[in-house]
């Protein structure tokens, strides 16, 4: 009977284990992107790996190593880079080993037999986890735009990784009942740090989201500025064709009497070209024409040959926020094509129909593209990146896929080609 109660006792502590550790990758991972199926086979099969590590006699040591190999592996089913990764599912399992060391120490205090401790601890060890999941949960606030550098990441690392090696140590010198008095003080002091090691997190995330929609509001800014420069110019324009009407009006008459058509026609092109807007885009939406037009300048002065084929409504229910992180980045990794190309082309299409926002941006470049294959099928980014300025492709696809939409990335030697569809409310 006993041994029934112990059994069924490691089957319940797996199940909790593992449906605490499937919350924590869902609060710090991003699974939108991983089959449910799956996901659930997956963890599946790590609760059956749990019980059997639960069940089986081994020694502490070869159960923590599993465990260490175990949940970091199932982290590779979510899109992230590599120190982000390990950083974050080295801490849940951090997390995890300290609160069954917390637990061994609370229950080394009470007069009860090991076999007891050992069944009762490993269920309580795992409701403590399952707590301080739900906590974590309900603390943490995921921000799509926080992008924190490869240094920052692997500095954390540090404190989750240096806290499984202290309990590994401790594991192999004190795992005994006269010992385990130890494990209260050390696994107390070390998930108060692991704690704080996800705080820390959050507010790094806090600060470089903070960072990066300040830039893209000056960006925007810049672009509202460009824009309103271009208004002002036309409004001159009109001005001075306004106040010249009369003049004009008799130059056209004397012309006409005189028969002069050829210089009439030329005179009449003359005061046409001064009423054209300036500007590259006019869609009547001054978020977008603000920023297309600002970036299509820059393409411009680098001498490339503009083909353009905008067609969209005046207002559109995608967060002109949202429109300036795709359309402003997208632009920026073009020009910087651009810039090293020796043949200067930019092709953009833009264009709405039911529902549907369609674009598509080619620009050429000098064939070297930056591909990461930490993704399925890879992932492209700017060369800016590598010394942590800008916004990436990263985000941009996030963006895209706020609006359950995708985002295409294709080269070609010598050509570069973004293209994106989203799925707006009509």
């Known amino acids: 009977m006993p041994d029934v109660l112990a059994g069924i006792a490691c089957f319940c502590a797996a199940a909790v284990q593992c449906n605490a550790v499937y919350r924590l990758f869902g609060v710090y991972f991003d699974r939108q992107s991983v089959g449910r199926k799956k ?26 190593v599993l465990t260490i190999g175990m949940f970091p592996a199932l982290s590779f089913l979510y899109p992230a880079k590599v120190p982000e990764r390990l950083t974050r599912a080295l801490g849940i399992v ?59 990441w692997l500095a954390i690392l540090c404190l989750p990784t240096g806290s ?27 998930l108060l740090l692991n704690l704080l090691t996800f705080y820390v997190l959050d507010r790094l995330e806090e600060y470089s989201s903070a960072y990066y ?5 000056e960006q925007q800014n810049r672009a509202y500025r460009a824009q309103f420069d271009l208004m002002q110019q036309s409004e001159h324009q009109v001005r001075a064709l306004r106040h010249d009407m009369k003049n004009h009006l008799t130059m056209l008459q004397a012309f006409a009497a005189r028969g002069e058509t050829d210089t009439l026609t030329q005179y009449l092109s003359t005061c046409s070209e001064q009423l054209v807007q300036p500007g590259y885009v006019h869609t009547g939406n001054p978020e977008i024409d603000g920023i297309l037009n600002y970036k299509l300048e820059h393409a411009h002065q680098l001498g490339a040959k503009l083909e353009l084929d905008i067609s969209l409504p005046e207002r559109l229910t995608a967060s002109p926020f949202d429109l300036n992180v795709i359309l402003g980045n997208l632009l920026d990794n073009a020009v910087e094509g651009l810039a090293r190309s020796g043949e200067k082309r930019l092709s953009l299409s833009l264009r709405f129909d039911r529902g549907m926002l369609f674009l598509r941006l080619t620009n ?26 800008g916004l990436g492709l990263s985000i941009v696809r996030r ?28």
């Open 94 to 152: 951090a997390l995890m080993f300290l609160c069954e060391g917390l637990v061994a120490g609370l229950m080394s205090l009470l007069p009860v037999s090991a076999h007891t401790s050992w069944v009762t601890g490993s269920l309580l060890s795992q409701l403590v986890l399952l707590m301080l999941s739900l906590v974590l949960k309900r603390l943490h606030t995921p921000r799509t735009t926080a992008q924190i550098s490869r240094l920052y």
């Open 364 to 389: 050429t470049y000098d064939g070297v593209a930056l591909k990461t294959g930490e993704l399925e099928g890879g992932v492209y980014r700017s060369r800016k990146d590598e010394s942590g300025h």
């Open 164 to 190: 499984l090696l202290i309990y590994l140590l401790v594991i192999s010198d004190y795992y005994n009942p006269a010992g385990s008095g130890i494990f209260l003080p050390v696994s107390s002091i070390l």
């Open 399 to 426: 963006t895209v896929e706020k609006y359950h939409g995708q985002l295409r990335l294709e080269d070609t030697g010598t050509l570069f080609t973004a293209e994106a569809v989203l799925y707006l409310d009509s």
């Open 213 to 217: 929609e300040r830039e893209l509001l």
């Open 39 to 64: 996901e659930l086979a997956f963890f599946f099969l790590s609760f059956v790996i749990c019980v059997a590590k639960l069940l089986l006699d081994l020694p502490p040591l070869v159960k923590g």
